[in-house]
């Protein structure tokens, strides 16, 4: 099968990225040919030679690529909230996650749910979602990566018979789970430096526990007002480190006594999680959307509330002076990930899920 990946950005940082690189990979240790092609960063095809490789499937991962190709399955992946919600975070105040589905009834909702005063900003993002949403209609399938988000295509319209629900796949990188070098009471952080992430309630939570230290991985146009909360709320205490990649992410993951994901929104899948349990590291996660596919709480990890500082502070408190606790459950949770399928068996499933459905083909020629 000759199957194109599309993206608009391929550089070396991003959960879609990391993803994409991932599931390409093993699709062509299956056998398949496959391309990237990529609006920003290394692509081994480009637009102009994309009707020269003559796919048998194009794979959208987001909106960049609008075109369509002659004979190919089109199949769009849904890594975020682009579809579905104008405020794309799907989250009201300070992470009451959203059930409402993209429409007009949006717009009365915009006080609790835009975080954002810019109306012009809220009204293209109304109209990026209408498209992004009628867009899906017209896909040969769809794939979401979590029973929240599928549940999401469904109620905005997507039709059952052409979408599928593939989870992430686990890494299975060569890694010491053990914690030799696990440093007591050192929390971290891995992505994107923006309010639906949470680090603002992280920092918060870190300075109300005696004996934490926080390690920050990641970038964003939050940075700047993150470092100030840090100096007032636990000075000292916290670290900026940018991005990391490869050996570098994995040497963080090797240092932490526990990753924790303080999401004020509901994360689609949330990948961390996975690379944390295969690290052999609990993590602290508020408990919505894909976090509740993967997270067994007091098993492989604690489950807390979106937005909430003192119960995040409390799951945090409960790990960094129970060390033991916090070992037992980051070995749970490696054993959790190691069950899960890797990226071979993803990719098996997605070439599975590309197969023309007959009696969606039959319903179509009638």
Not at 279 to 297: C, H
Request: hydrophobic share 40%; net charge negative; with cysteine.
């Amino acid at each position: 099968m000759r199957i194109v990946h599309a993206l608009a950005d391929f550089n070396d940082v991003g959960g879609i990225q990391t993803y994409v690189r991932e599931v390409a990979a093993a699709q062509r240790g299956l056998g398949h040919e496959v391309r990237v092609l990529a609006g920003a960063g290394p692509s081994d095809i480009d637009e102009a030679a994309l009707h020269g490789f003559r796919p048998d499937v194009v794979h959208m991962h987001d909106a960049w690529f609008a075109g369509h190709v002659d004979g190919a399955r089109h199949v769009r992946s849904l890594h975020n909230f682009d579809f579905g919600c104008s405020s794309r975070v799907r989250y009201l105040g300070q992470g009451e996650p959203c059930t409402r589905g993209h429409g007009p009834g949006c717009v009365l909702q915009w006080p609790r749910c835009a975080h954002t005063l810019r109306v012009d900003h809220l009204a293209r993002h109304y109209r990026e979602a209408s498209a992004e949403t009628a867009s899906l209609h017209e896909r040969d399938g769809v794939v979401a990566y979590s029973r929240y988000t599928a549940q999401l295509a469904r109620e905005v319209g997507v039709d059952p018979a052409r979408l599928q629900t593939v989870p992430c796949p686990a890494p299975r990188r060569e890694v010491d789970p053990g914690w030799a070098r696990a440093e007591p009471g050192t929390v971290t952080f891995v992505g994107r430096l923006a309010p639906s992430k949470g680090a603002d309630v992280l920092i918060r939570a870190v300075g109300a526990v005696a004996g934490a230290r926080l390690r920050i991985v990641g970038a964003g146009f939050e940075e700047p007002r993150l470092r100030g909360l840090a100096e007032d709320e636990a000075p000292g205490r916290v670290e900026f480190l940018g991005w990391r990649s490869g050996d570098a992410l994995w040497d963080e993951y090797a240092r932490a006594s526990v990753v924790v994901m303080p999401n004020r929104w509901p994360e689609p899948f949330g990948l961390v999680g996975l690379e944390a349990g295969w690290a052999g590291r609990p993590v602290v996660a508020s408990l919505t959307g894909g976090v509740q596919d993967w997270l067994r709480d007091g098993v492989t990890g604690l489950g807390v509330k979106a937005g909430d500082v003192a119960d995040l502070a409390g799951a945090l408190d409960a790990l960094v002076s129970a060390p033991e606790r916090a070992r037992a459950l980051g070995e749970a949770a490696r054993e959790h990930v190691a069950a899960w399928p890797d990226a071979a068996e993803h990719a098996a499933s997605l070439v599975s899920s590309y197969a023309p459905d007959p009696a969606v083909e039959d319903g179509r020629a009638r």
